[in-house]
């Protein structure tokens, strides 16, 4: 199966299926739940790191490339669900995060205790520039009792690797292999495009210091190399990068199939139309038009230039979709379909995020004792010390935290929603008896939806390969684009809103196929009026 044809499956394993109910998944619950993804249809599964991590930052901080954290299980674990996966036609990508390790990792160790090498692994040094950490805070922690610093863009226990080290390239090389070895087909790379810092570090003040390590040129030369060395000799292994604050110029490199450095990209432009003033930690309603504005001309400048984008609208960092985009106490069935068919029928690879098949949403949390990323309690605390009271502290950490995302997936409306026996590591979100995957598999429409979809991917050259233009760009609610392929061509119209809006469909469409529709099909009209949240495609 080709690239363009697959859809993605997200887990969050800390959150997925317990079965040793010290109430945190692991890799049996995930191999537990293989029949239910496989009835899904889903073709590749992305585990979150799995890997011996401190956990300071939900395990993006590394402390062994090449080992198992025993809260997941064993090595031995981690090969039958490769193989239990295989045998259900899906196959397992891993999370690489090559940018930066757990201070807790022998490397970093080694070069506190005075080791030459090791210090060469790291960006050491004598004076901070003013660059701020995404966490908060400065970018740069003391490095020991040395007089020198060493930068982490994350958490200060996350360094980041020193890559003009040619050292440290052949060591992160050799973990890409050991995983490839070990008959992974999928490398998710974390913050990839940030990896490529320059010789001499300079000050910023734009952006929190970001134009000086983002995209860097260098970058791609990284990339090619990486490709050459490892993942480029198995041309049915699948690659995406997530680059952070990224441009489509740079993700059109990364991408294009003549330049061998990835797959495809996840850019997040498309999730931050709901931060006031470009800021996160705010509310605000999201901004439709210039959501609408990022689809299309990411659509339709990957689509002319080679380049191809990874889909998505949840992950592990991010609140549910349904939160922000839709109005979810009256629509969300019809606002999940929406929203799963405005990707799943575009240009580019559709990702699921656990529990986006059954219309999951936030947790309504009364304290911000209950969050547990270090994310949210530092933004809380910042905002706070910003003049916000507590409870209007509270009430933007609620809309914008990652632990939105990373709540137990609801398997059903036992306790603990059937995820653990024990006591989950994070609270469950209360409305599980109503939402959860015995019900929807029962008598849900999201999830059947969602089968739908994936079908229509593997079926119809002309969705998975087909060019994207946009279609009534300055339409105000809804957003609607056309495929091209080999002389078929389909027209997709979704509604962002909950009301009726009138849309103009070309004629050539009238007497078209209709290929899905959220609502019961009505005779197609010149001006034809939408229904609260639809999604149409129709096939010429």
Not at 236 to 251: F, Q, R
């Amino acid at each position: 199966m080709s690239l363009q044809e697959k859809v993605i499956y997200q887990i969050y394993p800390k959150s997925f299926q317990d079965t040793d109910q010290n109430g945190i998944g692991d890799l049996a619950g995930i191999i537990q739940r293989l029949p239910y993804l496989h009835k899904l249809g889903v073709d590749m599964l992305w585990l979150s790191p799995i890997y011996p991590s401190p956990q300071k930052d939900n395990g993006y901080d590394i402390s062994d490339y090449c080992g198992i954290d025993p809260v997941f299980g064993t090595m031995q674990d981690f090969e039958k669900l490769i193989a239990a996966a295989k045998s259900c036609g899906i196959e397992i990508m891993v999370d690489m995060v090559l940018n930066h390790v757990s201070t807790a990792h022998p490397w970093f160790q080694k070069a506190l205790a005075g080791d030459e090498k090791y210090q060469d692994y790291f960006i050491l040094r004598d004076a901070p520039t003013d660059w701020i950490s995404k966490f908060g805070g400065s970018a740069w922690a003391p490095f020991g009792d040395t007089g020198k610093y060493y930068l982490h863009l994350y958490d200060p226990s996350q360094a980041d690797l020193n890559w003009r080290n040619p050292r440290v390239r052949e060591e992160l090389f050799k973990v890409v292999d050991f995983w490839l070895e070990k008959g992974v087909k999928g490398l998710r790379f974390d913050v990839l495009n940030v990896i490529g810092k320059d010789t001499v570090l300079k000050d910023n003040p734009v952006d929190d210091g970001k134009p000086e390590y983002t995209d860097k040129p260098v970058t791609h030369d990284y990339l090619q190399e990486l490709n050459r060395a490892t993942f480029g000799k198995d041309p049915s292994v699948v690659t995406v990068g997530e680059m952070s604050s990224t441009t489509i110029e740079n993700c059109i490199l990364y991408t294009r199939p003549d330049r061998k450095e990835l797959d495809m990209t996840f850019n997040f432009h498309h999730l931050k139309v709901d931060y006031e003033a470009g800021q996160k930690w705010t509310t605000c309603a999201f901004d439709f038009a210039e959501l609408k504005q990022l689809l299309h001309s990411w659509g339709e400048a990957m689509s002319r230039n080679d380049g191809w984008n990874a889909l998505f609208w949840n992950n592990h960092d991010q609140p549910r979709a349904l939160n922000r985009f839709i109005q979810w106490q009256d629509h969300r069935v019809k606002g999940a379909q929406m929203l799963a068919a405005a990707i799943h029928l575009n240009r580019g690879t559709p990702f699921i995020y656990m529990g986006e098949e059954l219309g999951m949403l936030d947790p309504d949390y009364a304290d911000i004792t209950d969050y547990v990323d270090i994310e949210a309690q530092n933004a809380y605390r910042n905002l706070l010390a910003a003049g916000k009271s507590a409870a209007e502290a509270l009430q933007i950490v609620k809309t914008k935290a990652r632990d939105n995302a990373r709540t137990p997936m609801q398997w059903s409306a036992e306790k603990n929603a059937g995820f653990s026996k024990g006591t989950p590591w994070l609270k469950i979100a209360q409305n599980y008896p109503m939402i959860n995957a015995a019900r929807e598999l029962e008598s849900g429409e999201i999830f059947p939806f969602y089968q739908q979809l994936i079908a229509l991917r593997k079926a119809y050259p002309l969705i998975s390969r087909g060019s994207y233009q946009a279609y009534l760009p300055a339409h105000p609610q809804v957003y609607s684009y056309l495929r091209e392929y080999e002389g078929q061509k389909l027209l997709v119209l979704t509604n962002f809103y909950a009301d009726h809006p009138k849309v103009t469909i070309p004629k050539e469409f009238l007497n078209g196929k209709e290929l899905i529709n959220n609502y019961p099909a009505k005779k197609l009209t010149t001006s034809f009026e939408m229904q609260p949240y639809q999604a149409l495609a129709i096939l010429r």
